[in-house]
């Protein structure tokens, strides 16, 4: 039926149909002005008015018919883990403590305009391949014992999930970055027979100049914090949280200039919901590239 009326939105920026319980479309609700938005309505009520009586009944049943088999729901290879991400802006008081972001810190405009939304936070998921993740867990586990986490691993972080556009906008800003750091450590914490648990720590500098007309060089400079824990006997991991914060640069859109901190936080999903295997950002694009991302080449610091 979705498919059928073309009622799913191609940009960002969103849509509005309406549709009775039969799936007929009645209309699109157009959110340029609020004169082209009530001409809108009007002419879909009118649709509406003009209906049959039986099709206008509540309690309407309809059978859609099953799924079809050509255009199946993409789902995440057998195996990845799902970490749902939330991503905030702040700024810093003159005593160095951290607020939410205010109205006056954004831009004339778009940043204006938007800042009651632009200051809520945003979300994006997370995948990890299942060789990705079990390359995380050490073949002979001692406690204390650190090593790098995986290329894969970092670059996918770097290149997608560590992104300052979520939630400002549906752009990917780092996916040909060339940082000036991006490191992982992985450090076993614990060791026993039925459980291993480990610390991710690390760091990123990562920055691109700007393709606008301003060409400012927006930047994140993040630390890392996570935990992961494997159950060894269920044979399966029960706990991966992962916390970035840092400074940020000139954010995307041009909506923050100058200095701002960004907060993201990504947490395992066990039992996920038709709403969280939505795919992540940076996979829509090109999901190969996206779970098998080339490995990052490090720039000296300009």
């Known amino acids: 039926m979705v ?22 479309k009645l209309g699109d609700v157009l959110w340029v002005n609020d004169r082209l ?48 991400g939330q991503f905030r802006r702040f700024m810093a008081n003159p005593d160095g403590s951290l607020r939410y972001t205010e ?3 954004y831009t004339p405009g778009e940043g204006q305009s938007g800042w009651e ?32 986490a995986p290329a894969s691993f970092v670059a996918r972080l770097a290149r997608y999930q560590l992104d ?8 990917v800003k780092f996916a040909s970055v060339q940082p000036a750091a991006a ?10 027979d039925k459980e291993l648990r480990l610390k991710l720590q690390g760091r990123f500098e990562l920055s691109v100049k700007d393709p606008g007309p301003k060409g400012k060089v927006i930047s994140y400079s993040p630390a890392i914090l996570g ?41 395992l999903v066990k039992k996920p919901t038709e709403a969280q295997l ?8 090109d999901l190969k590239q996206y779970l098998e991302p080339k490995p990052l080449v490090l720039t000296s610091r300009k």
């Not at 649709?47 to 309809?62: I, N, Q, S, T």
């Not at 299942?130 to 406690?143: D, F, G, I, V």
């Not at 490191?183 to 026993?192: A, C, I, L, P």
């Open 3 to 24: 498919r059928k009326t073309k009622c799913v939105t191609g940009t960002a920026s969103g849509k509005t149909s309406v549709i009775t319980a039969s799936g007929k």
């Open 278 to 285: 939505v795919w992540p950002r940076g996979a829509r694009d």
């Open 227 to 267: 935990y992961l824990t494997y159950d060894r006997v269920k044979q399966e991991v029960t706990r991966f949280d992962l916390l970035a914060f840092g400074e940020g640069n000139n954010s995307p859109r041009g909506l923050i200039v100058g200095k701002y901190y960004l907060g993201i936080f990504y947490e």
């Open 103 to 105: 109205q006056a810190d």
């Open 37 to 84: 938005r009530m001409a809108s309505l009007k002419k879909i009520l009118a649709a509406w008015e003009a209906l049959p009586e039986e099709e206008r009944k509540p309690g309407l049943k309809v059978a859609y018919g099953p799924a079809d088999p050509k255009r199946p729901l993409h789902r995440p290879p057998e195996g990845t883990l799902i970490l749902m």
């Open 183 to 192: 490191q992982v450590t992985v450090t076993v914490e614990e060791v026993s």
């Open 117 to 148: 939304r632009l200051r809520e936070p945003a979300q994006d998921m997370m995948w990890i391949p299942r060789a990705e993740w079990q390359a995380l867990l050490p073949s002979s586990p001692e406690k204390g014992k650190s090593y790098a």
């Open 164 to 171: 300052p556009e979520r939630g400002l906008g549906e752009s």
